[in-house]
Nanobody, 120 residues
Framework: QVRVEESGGGLVQPGGSLRLTCLAF????????VDWHRQVPGKRRELVAS?????????ADFAKGRFTISRDNAASVNTVHLQMDRLSPEDTAVYYC????????????WGQGTQVTVSS
């Protein structure tokens, strides 16, 4: 069993930055990747960025050049960060962390989410 916790959300002005953190607890040996998703009320949850246990990272088009996903330990994905720069109001959403256990689909463990609000 794996427990996932997100932190770091908050209110930021347009153009500002936030750093989200995803912590995975428990038996994390089977984690394939840690993915950040976001969701706005009334819309589908969308993938923001992903980092595999190998260290390979991938980004949604809207995140490229502004967001950076990283991990603290090259040997694990127990602690993953999402650095978000040049934020805009369109980035306002609840951001969720998924500790994925399969290369297919979204099988894994979700956190409860952290609210990010970009507003002046």
């Amino acid at each position: 069993q794996v427990r996932v916790e997100e932190s770091g959300g908050g209110l930021v002005q347009p153009g500002g930055s936030l750093r989200l953190t995803c912590l995975a607890f428990g038996d994390t040996s089977g984690i394939y990747s840690v993915d950040w998703h976001r969701q706005v009320p009334g819309k589908r949850r969308e993938l923001v960025a992903s980092i595999k246990s190998s260290g390979a990272a991938a980004y949604a088009d809207f995140a490229k050049g502004r967001f950076t996903i990283s991990r603290d330990n090259a040997a694990s994905v127990n602690t993953v960060h999402l650095q978000m720069d040049r934020l805009s109001p369109e980035d306002t959403a609840v951001y969720y962390c998924l500790a994925r256990i399969s290369s297919l689909g979204q099988d894994g463990y979700w956190g409860q989410g952290t609210q990010v609000t970009v507003s002046s």
